[in-house]
Structure formats: structure tokens, C-alpha cells
């Protein structure tokens, strides 16, 4: 297999006339924490989705795990994880249940659903409350779980969008070792935040600006690029135009991505 | 977490101000839902003209008290009043003086930003066209947009436009619900900035927000966990009162380095922040460079050869997750918590295990 993960190359996506997600490339390696960000409209959710192969691209290519996104978005599906901060547990079941539902739409078996519930249930502390309702756990036990289950079927990548939100400083970072052990052991993971200091936990960063993206590399390379001390600094700086969505001709930011004739 | 140090003896707090000056009293406040208490005898004042803000993770208890200080909700105990009035008794008259933007949308979706606008215009008795100077300054970016449907609004101008309905009857204090949650960073920065343009017109505003950096944006912060204060002060007086020296590693290999400092035996807490790992040694009192050069050291033997450390100046996520961490330990009531005022023309609150 190769170590690509994620590679997506003039990816775009219209809605009549209003373009999200504008000739987008990039690579996230197998193993690689890639921290996804944008301001609110700047075509974050619209990538994700053709990721995740729930929305077809309008053109361009993207690979995710091997597959491809028009082709093969069941393979999609089957190889990677998936966290949302709106939905991802059923409220009503209790954290067995849950594993059980998940383990069993990806096909595991009843011997292998037994052994990860119970590993996961120790690995988290939350084998006292196995079997009380979701819905009566603090919300940082909650993401917690979320986040093991999206990991239940061992899938190469998974995609975290907005994990941490509303979640405490404490288990804020609890949830970020999640992130690193999983990594540590080649889980790929993509993550939204708008909590700029977790920007700095990611190995590598992109920020999308009106639909392309405005910056990407180390956060560590991008502060020396640009000059700033902190990725706030330069999130404030590059999303500001976002806005408008108009592309700023003045404007500073290197692009590597879009030769001038690929531009609308 | 180890060991809990003197400095968990009790919050930092500042002078109690004139009662005549308050905009906001609130003693001894408890409420609960079945099995969960979601306030726990909380004990606050604000002033007229003040930017006070609520800082505490979803379940803090934020949501319940400002139910409860704009009179959509009854405390089980306690007392609470703002503007001078009560909020259970005098909640009619209150009604008309606070505005309130709730921590969800609530603005009607089908209904256009100008629709919803004369909606709770007239709901208070009052037109655009009479408060248009007192919105101005926020109306002014939605105009472009009036015939839009609410629901087709960005983050950022939903939470413009609610801002707007909240003021279009010229409350006397404001009351807002997390209204930068799950928006990007640079939005937050501009709703911030109309805050504090507010705030110069002599509006009492109270915000909550789960995001700590937001909290030097305001005169005083409350720091809010599982319904209780943890501290109530100015933001600078809040670092201020962290109790030991706060150092910086930085290293290459973050993680590795995380895992292996938290074995190093002095380590009182270890996490990281950003690109920094934040560390304190149980030898709270020990001199500085005395710390900083035992750290690198163990570093150093540890195959952290890059590894450099710095004293920081602590933030508020930084005193919160120290409070947090000593008050996590046991679930049994805490009695450091708020002491009774003794400014306060309020008898004391009904004792708190009585209920």
C-alpha cells in the first residue's frame, strides 16, 4: 500500500453558480494527524463530504484510503471512521449497545465486538457505567466514547469534525492522547477545530480561505512563513478575506496549488 | 490528580462592590433537574457597565443560570435579581428590561432577517424604525441581506442578527448564550468587538462562552464547572492566584515527551497547550531555576536532547484546568466554595445540603 492516505487533486465542487470548494490539492500521509481548518463557509464541510464520499465532486480527483471518490464511495465508507460533534452515539442505548450497533454495521464479528468492547470499555475508565444510557454521561465521556467507536472496525483514516467542541480543558486534552495513540498506532486523522492552540497538535495544518486553501505545512513552517507567532495569528490573517470571498490579487499568500490559468 | 495544595483553600475574589451599583445579585443559587444539580450554590454580583463573562465547558450550569436571571426558569433555593428586581416575583416588569439570545438559533428560519427584526420589535411593543439607532451599528451589516431567510444566514450573521432581536427594545442589561460556540475564530474576534462598542454605551452585558481565551475580553470572568464558581474576578487577577511556577517544554516530539515527563517524580501536572507542554513540579515553592535546570536535565537523560524549557505566564485555561483537576477528584459536595458575602444586605441563602 502506499503511504497516501489522503490525495486530492483539483478537487471542486459548485452549487450553481456558488463555488465551495475550489480546485483544492493536497496529501495527508498514512499516520499523519491533519489538522483541517477554515473559517465558517470558507468549503470545509463540502471537502469533507466528498471525502467521506457522501457528495460527488464537481471536478478534479480524490483518493481516500486507495479509493476512488466517484467509484468507489462504498470502499469509502468500509475504510474509514467518522466523528461528528452534533452526532455520532445513539442517546438512548448505553456505551455496549453503541459499540455493539457500530461493530455490527461494519461487519465485525460477535467474538470481535466482544473483545474491543471490553478493551475499549477499560482503555476509556468506563467500564462503571457500560450500561447506563449515553445520554446521562458528561459530554467529554461522550466524545470519548464517539471517538473509540469511529475506531471500532480499524479503519485507516478517520475524520473528526469538530470533536472538541464545548468539551472542557481537561478532557480537551484527554482527547487529543486518543488522537496521538491512535496515530502512533497508522490511524490517519483529519480534524476540524476552532480552537487555535489544537491547530498546534496536528502534524501538519491546512487553512481554507473562500473555497481554496490559503495555507498548508508544519504549523511550526507556516509561523516562520508568515511571520506570526501563533496559528491564531495566522488564521486571523488569512480568514479575514474569507468573508468577502473575493480572491485579494495583494494578497501575500503563497500558492503553491493553483497555477494562474486553473483560476476561474 | 496527587496532592492538593494550599492554594485550593479558597477563590480568589474581588471587593464586593456597592450593592447600589449592581446590576446583577445572585446568592446561594441552586437548581436541580431529577438526579442532576445543575447549580450548586452559586454566589455572584455584577455592576452596572460591566462585560462580565461566564467561562465553563457544555454542562457548566451556564445555560440554567441565565434561564434563570432572564425568568424562563424557577431556582429551587437562593435569590436572584437584576436590575433591583426580582426574578421570580417582579418577573413582568424584568421581562421588559432584559434582552436575552439564547444559546441556540432561535430566530424563526422561514422568516426573513428584516421579518424576524419587526417580529420582536413589535413583540415589545416598539418598529425597527423607532430603536434604528440603538442597532445601527450591527443592523447596518445585515441590511444587505434584509430579504434573506434567517436560515440561509452564515454563522457568524445568525449571530448578528440575534444580537440585533435581543436589542431591539433597548434592554438595560444583555444576556448572551454562548453566542460564539462553533464559530471560526476570526468571526469570534468581530462579535467580541461589537461587544465592547456596547459595552461604551453603558449596557450591562453578560456573555458565556466554553472558550477560554475569551475571557480577557472581559472586565470580570466567573470560571463555571459542574454549577459551582470555581473564582470570580478580573482575568489578570485570576492567573494571578496560580499558586506555583508555570513552565514551557518545548521538543520536537511532543507526545513522546508528554508521556515521559509525566513519569518524571516531581511532576505535579503535565499537559500540552498548544505547541508548548506545560508543566508544574509538586516543589511549589522551590526557586525557579532550581526546577528549570532539574526538568532539562531529566529531559535531557530522557533522548530529549532539543528539549528547552521556559517560565510562562499562566492563562486562564491554565487556572482553570488547575481547579478543575483538584476539584475533580471527589464528587461530594465542596466546602470551599463560594463564602457567604459580607457586603451583602441578603440574609444568608438556605443552607445548601437542606434541599
Not at chain 2, 444587505?144 to 431591539?168: E, I, N
Request: proline share 7%; aromatic share 8%.
Amino acid at each position: 500500500m502506499t503511504d497516501i492516505a489522503i490525495e486530492a487533486k483539483d478537487l471542486t465542487r459548485t452549487f450553481g453558480s456558488f463555488t465551495a470548494v475550489d480546485h483544492i490539492s493536497f496529501e495527508v500521509r498514512t499516520g499523519e494527524v491533519f489538522g483541517f481548518l477554515g473559517a465558517n463557509g470558507a468549503g470545509k464541510t463540502t471537502a469533507m463530504r466528498m471525502l467521506i464520499g457522501l457528495l460527488a465532486p464537481s471536478s478534479g480527483t480524490a483518493r481516500v484510503a486507495g479509493h476512488d471518490v466517484y467509484t468507489e464511495s462504498e470502499a469509502i465508507k468500509r475504510s474509514i471512521g467518522y466523528m461528528s460533534q452534533r452526532f455520532s452515539l445513539y442517546e438512548d442505548l448505553t456505551p455496549r449497545e453503541n459499540i455493539r450497533l457500530y461493530g455490527g454495521i461494519y461487519g465485525l464479528t460477535r467474538q470481535q465486538i466482544r473483545e474491543r468492547t471490553d478493551r475499549m470499555l477499560a482503555r476509556l475508565g468506563l467500564a462503571g457505567v457500560a450500561d447506563e444510557q449515553v445520554r446521562s454521561l458528561p459530554l467529554g465521556w461522550r466524545q470519548k466514547l464517539a471517538f473509540s467507536v469511529a475506531l471500532v472496525h480499524d479503519p485507516r483514516i478517520v475524520f473528526l469534525d469538530e470533536p472538541t467542541s464545548g468539551v472542557d480543558p481537561i478532557t480537551r486534552r484527554q482527547f487529543w492522547e486518543l488522537i496521538y495513540e491512535a496515530a502512533s498506532a497508522g490511524t490517519t486523522v483529519l480534524v476540524t477545530t476552532h480552537y487555535m492552540d489544537e491547530a498546534e497538535y496536528c502534524d501538519r495544518i491546512s487553512i481554507m480561505v473562500a473555497g481554496r486553501i490559503g495555507a498548508i505545512g508544519t504549523p511550526a513552517d507556516l509561523k516562520k512563513q508568515f511571520g506570526v507567532d501563533s496559528i491564531d495569528e495566522l488564521f486571523v490573517r488569512l480568514a479575514r478575506p474569507a468573508e468577502k470571498r473575493i480572491p485579494d490579487p495583494g494578497s501575500p499568500i503563497p500558492d503553491p496549488y493553483f497555477p494562474s490559468d486553473t483560476k476561474p | 490528580m496527587s496532592t492538593e495544595g494550599p492554594a485550593e483553600a479558597s477563590p480568589p475574589r474581588s471587593p464586593i462592590p456597592d450593592p447600589r451599583s449592581l446590576a446583577v445579585l445572585v446568592e446561594g443559587l441552586v437548581k436541580r433537574f431529577g438526579p442532576t444539580t445543575a447549580l450548586d450554590g452559586v454566589t455572584f454580583g455584577v455592576e452596572k457597565g460591566e462585560l462580565f463573562g461566564f467561562i465553563g465547558p457544555d454542562g457548566a450550569g451556564k445555560t440554567t443560570l441565565f434561564r434563570i436571571l432572564v425568568t424562563l426558569l424557577v431556582p429551587d433555593s437562593g435569590h436572584a435579581s437584576v436590575l433591583g428586581l426580582d426574578v421570580v416575583r417582579e418577573y413582568r416588569a424584568l421581562r421588559q428590561r432584559v434582552g436575552y439570545m439564547a444559546g441556540r438559533f432561535a430566530l424563526y428560519p422561514d422568516l426573513s432577517v428584516e421579518e424576524n427584526l419587526r417580529f420582536f420589535a413589535s413583540v415589545f411593543g416598539t418598529t425597527i424604525e423607532r430603536e434604528y439607532a440603538q442597532i445601527a451599528p450591527i443592523y447596518t451589516q445585515l441590511e444587505p441581506f434584509k430579504d434573506r431567510r434567517a436560515a440561509a444566514l452564515s454563522g457568524g450573521m445568525k449571530q448578528k442578527l440575534a444580537l440585533c432581536c435581543a436589542l431591539v427594545h433597548r434592554p438595560d442589561i444583555l444576556f448572551l448564550d454562548e453566542p460564539t460556540t462553533g464559530v471560526d475564530a476570526v468571526s469570534r474576534r468581530e462579535f467580541w468587538d461589537l461587544l465592547g462598542n456596547l459595552k461604551q454605551s453603558g449596557l450591562t452585558i453578560i456573555v458565556s462562552t466554553p472558550y477560554m481565551d475569551e475571557a480577557d475580553r472581559c472586565d470580570r470572568v466567573a470560571l463555571i464547572h459542574r454549577g459551582r464558581l470555581l473564582a470570580v474576578d478580573a482575568p489578570s487577577a485570576i492567573t494571578s492566584a496560580f499558586d506555583r511556577p508555570l513552565l514551557g517544554v518545548r521538543t520536537k516530539d511532543r507526545y513522546k515527551a508528554l508521556l515521559a515527563i509525566r513519569r518524571y517524580e516531581h511532576a505535579h501536572s503535565v499537559y500540552p497547550f498548544g505547541e508548548v507542554i506545560h508543566y508544574t513540579d509538586k516543589r511549589a515553592d522551590a526557586p525557579v531555576n532550581q526546577l528549570d535546570r532539574e526538568l532539562r536535565g531529566f529531559l535531557v537523560a530522557s533522548g530529549f536532547a532539543d528539549a528547552s524549557v521556559e517560565l510562562l505566564a499562566p492563562s486562564v485555561e491554565d487556572t482553570f484546568i488547575a481547579r478543575t483537576a483538584a476539584s475533580d477528584e471527589p464528587r461530594s459536595p465542596n466546602p470551599n466554595l463560594e463564602p457567604p458575602d459580607p457586603g451583602s444586605r441578603i440574609p444568608d441563602p438556605a443552607p445548601r445540603g437542606a434541599a
